[in-house]
């Protein structure tokens, strides 16, 4: 009975999931066709465009990629029962470590952006020393707001 269960749940969310795209995709032509002076060219290029050439296809994944990555490290945040609203900023401290290992080593060609995307991924460990007094800095505030103005939690 189980065994049927998980297939019922699988079937469910394929099914839930199929719908919020179908809508979503829905609400995009509806929004297309009100808004555009050539609905249908507009359309084309909307579905059909970013696969035309390399060029329009490597803009796509360049975009999606770390928009994907962060989507991914938020429902494992949620997974896990972790409410985590720092996903984007995680995404661009690891960029911004990235592009500051590129710049140091213009030489380094194409090595270079792997050891920066590297260094990029491995980026809380070198951070994490200063964390923890940013941390009391955080917790300390609300503390003290508490003892001066004599509330309770």
Known sequence: ????????????????????????????VVLICLLSKQPLATIRWFFIGPFANKYY?????????????TGLGMALAFKSSVFNLGGEGQVYSGA????????????ANGYGGGLAALAGSCRPPAVAPLSRPARNCHGLTPAAWRHFTEASH
């Open 57 to 69: 296809l490597g803009n796509m994944l360049n975009s999606a990629v770390p928009l994907v990555f």
């Open 96 to 107: 911004l470590v990235t592009t500051v290992i590129c710049l140091a080593l213009p030489g």
């Open 1 to 28: 009975m189980k065994r049927w269960n998980k297939w019922g749940e699988l079937a469910a969310g394929a099914a839930g999931l199929s719908v919020t795209l179908g809508l979503s995709f829905l609400i995009a």
